[in-house]
């Protein structure tokens, strides 16, 4: 968790302590791992459940300011559709694993994952 807190930091310098970093996706390992680190780094974390619809995934990036949303595979394509046209406010999207094939296309340096952050 501290490695991912502090890959997550090095990997997003613009952040300062107290800012909201989002959680999307079902309880597992790597939100845990996810979470621990966001509070080692003196972060907020912020969760969006994974049952919610698109309309109140984008309330709660746009209310809370979130510049980085940690999110599973499987709400990956949702997050990705929501915050089309908001590169400006979600600068990076955290998978909860390595990306693969069937992940949908992501800007170049924007998208990165849980492991790869530990291994920073």
């Not at 959680?23 to 790597?30: F, P, R, T, V």
């Not at 907020?44 to 300011?65: C, M, N, S």
């Not at 094939?101 to 492991?115: D, E, F, K, N, Q």
Request: proline share 6%.
């Amino acid at each position: 968790a501290r490695a991912f807190g502090a890959g997550l930091r090095a990997a997003c310098p613009w952040l300062r302590d107290q800012d909201r970093i989002g959680i999307y996706g079902k309880n597992e390992l790597n939100w845990v791992v996810a979470q621990h680190g966001v509070y080692h780094q003196n972060l907020t974390l912020v969760p969006i459940y994974d049952t919610f619809g698109e309309e109140a995934v984008r309330y709660i990036i746009e209310h809370a300011e979130l510049s980085v949303v940690v999110v599973s595979k499987q709400n990956l394509p949702t997050l990705v559709k929501t915050v089309q046209g908001m590169e400006a406010t979600v600068k990076t999207i955290v998978l909860f694993e390595d990306p693969d094939s069937t992940c949908p296309s992501v800007a170049p340096g924007r998208l990165s994952s849980v492991p790869a952050l530990v291994a920073e």
